[in-house]
């Protein structure tokens, strides 16, 4: 594209070069209190590894922190997983974790290294730094992607469902660079982990961090204890729609869950009847789940529910109505009502349990 017709349509920001920028980042995130990197950033090394194999370019992953030791294993398993180089900024001065100046660190990183995309997984985490990330470095950023590909030109494709999921919007920001993303948690798979590839671990200087000062101090950390498994992580996941109905129903599924050691978790349509919280709503609007088993109780089956389901490993459909849209879907449908059904697995799974204490 001409400088004249970039500046008519980048007035304020201008366009960028892209042959100036090269390599495929991925922002890896830590769980401090774990002293592990989160299995969500390491889901993203696939989609990263894929554009750096269509662009002829690496993969490097980025790594911040205050525990040099957690963040020398982190950097690790990125390799083990794919990931060619890894950038860590360690410093106390990030300790505890503050938003800008995680951002601004990052930004500065890039504006050193020149990236030509940078991915970020949309964990509470990432989608608040993403942003800030994004508008320091004037540049567009695309959430919630499920897909990405490369077009002939070399722009990043970015590939998430608008308009309730009734169509796929490819997006791509041509005039400047990084180009950046944000992708749900579960919706790619982990690559297998190689402990023989070998990468470098690059350990920057804090230089990134002179003149940042947080405007917000955090005075005090409060942790909430979780009694259970968030569905995302759950084996078992057996969730209920609006076919189901009412809390008695919704009592009946989690029995059937805890019988399998899983959870329950619900519909678009069953958060909005307030008979399940939304941290448990599966969907395009909720959370994407990768359980070995899927029930789906009284769920029609509409495209953005499937969107939240895509990675499960088998799910089985129990809805009264034979052409609902779940049917498709699923490895195993019921055309039933769902009350003649869930009592009965209920009975079976008693059974099995009972012979398995008798032994």
Same mark, same amino acid.
């Given at each position: 594209?001409?400088?004249?017709?970039?500046?008519?349509?980048? #007035?304020?920001?201008?366009?960028?070069?892209? *042959?100036?920028?090269?390599?495929?980042?991925?922002?890896?995130? %830590? @769980? =401090?209190?774990?002293?592990?990197?989160? =299995?969500?950033?390491?889901?993203?090394?696939?989609?990263?590894?894929?554009?750096? @194999?269509?662009?002829? &370019?690496? $993969?490097?992953?980025?790594? %911040?922190?205050?525990? /040099?030791?957690?963040?020398? /294993?982190?950097?690790?398993?990125?390799?083990?997983?794919?990931?060619?180089?890894? /950038? +860590?900024?360690? *410093?106390?001065? %990030?300790?505890?974790?503050?938003?800008?100046?995680?951002?601004?660190?990052?930004?500065?990183?890039?504006?050193?290294?020149?990236? =030509?995309?940078?991915?970020?997984?949309? &964990?509470?985490?990432?989608?608040?730094?993403?942003?800030?990330?994004?508008?320091?470095?004037?540049?567009?950023?695309?959430? @919630?992607?499920?897909?990405?590909? !490369?077009?002939?030109?070399?722009?990043?494709?970015?590939?998430?469902?608008?308009?309730?999921?009734?169509?796929?919007?490819?997006?791509?920001?041509?005039?400047?660079? #990084?180009?950046?993303?944000?992708?749900?948690?579960?919706?790619?798979?982990?690559?297998? /982990?190689?402990?023989?590839?070998?990468?470098?671990?690059?350990?920057?200087?804090?230089?990134?961090?002179?003149g940042i000062r947080p405007r917000a101090r955090l005075l005090k950390v409060r942790r909430l204890e979780r009694r259970e498994t968030p569905i995302e992580k759950a084996e078992y996941v057996v969730a209920g729609g609006r076919?189901?109905?009412?809390?008695?129903?919704?009592?009946?599924?989690?029995?059937?869950?805890?019988? %399998?050691?899983?959870? !329950?978790?619900?519909?678009?349509?069953? !958060? @909005?009847?307030?008979?399940?919280?939304?941290?448990?709503?599966?969907?395009?609007?909720?959370? *994407?789940?990768?359980?070995?088993?899927?029930?789906?109780?009284?769920?029609?089956?509409?495209?953005?529910?499937?969107?939240?389901?895509?990675?499960?490993?088998? $799910?089985?459909?129990?809805?009264?109505?034979?052409?609902? #849209?779940?049917?498709?879907?699923?490895?195993?449908?019921?055309?039933?009502?769902?009350?003649?059904? +869930?009592?009965?697995l209920i009975q079976e799974l008693r059974k099995l349990a009972a012979e398995r204490g008798r032994r």
């Amino acid at each position: 594209m001409a400088a004249v017709e970039c500046e008519k349509l980048c #007035p304020e920001w201008g366009c960028t070069d892209p *042959s100036e920028y090269r390599g495929v980042w991925v922002v890896g995130e %830590l @769980d =401090e209190e774990a002293g592990t990197i989160s =299995e969500y950033s390491l889901q993203l090394l696939t989609p990263a590894r894929m554009v750096a @194999d269509k662009r002829g &370019t690496w $993969v490097e992953g980025v790594l %911040l922190g205050y525990d /040099r030791g957690a963040l020398e /294993r982190a950097a690790r398993e990125m390799i083990y997983h794919g990931a060619d180089r890894v /950038r +860590v900024l360690y *410093s106390e001065r %990030l300790k505890p974790y503050n938003a800008e100046v995680y951002a601004k660190a990052i930004a500065r990183t890039a504006e050193r290294y020149k990236p =030509e995309v940078v991915f970020f997984a949309a &964990t509470m985490r990432g989608r608040e730094l993403a942003p800030y990330v994004a508008n320091t470095l004037r540049t567009g950023i695309t959430a @919630d992607c499920t897909q990405f590909d !490369v077009d002939k030109d070399g722009n990043l494709l970015m590939i998430r469902p608008p308009f309730a999921a009734i169509l796929l919007a490819y997006i791509k920001t041509p005039n400047r660079r #990084p180009q950046m993303a944000t992708a749900r948690p579960n919706v790619f798979p982990t690559p297998p /982990r190689d402990e023989s590839r070998r990468g470098e671990v690059v350990w920057e200087d804090e230089s990134l961090l002179e003149g940042i000062r947080p405007r917000a101090r955090l005075l005090k950390v409060r942790r909430l204890e979780r009694r259970e498994t968030p569905i995302e992580k759950a084996e078992y996941v057996v969730a209920g729609g609006r076919g189901v109905g009412t809390p008695e129903g919704f009592r009946m599924l989690e029995e059937l869950a805890n019988l %399998l050691g899983g959870v !329950v978790a619900g519909s678009r349509k069953a !958060v @909005d009847l307030g008979l399940i919280p939304h941290e448990k709503q599966v969907g395009q609007t909720g959370k *994407s789940v990768r359980a070995k088993l899927y029930i789906a109780v009284g769920i029609s089956g509409a495209a953005q529910h499937v969107i939240g389901i895509r990675e499960c490993r088998v $799910v089985v459909a129990i809805n009264k109505d034979p052409e609902a #849209p779940i049917f498709r879907h699923a490895d195993y449908g019921i055309v039933a009502d769902w009350k003649d059904v +869930v009592p009965l697995l209920i009975q079976e799974l008693r059974k099995l349990a009972a012979e398995r204490g008798r032994r």
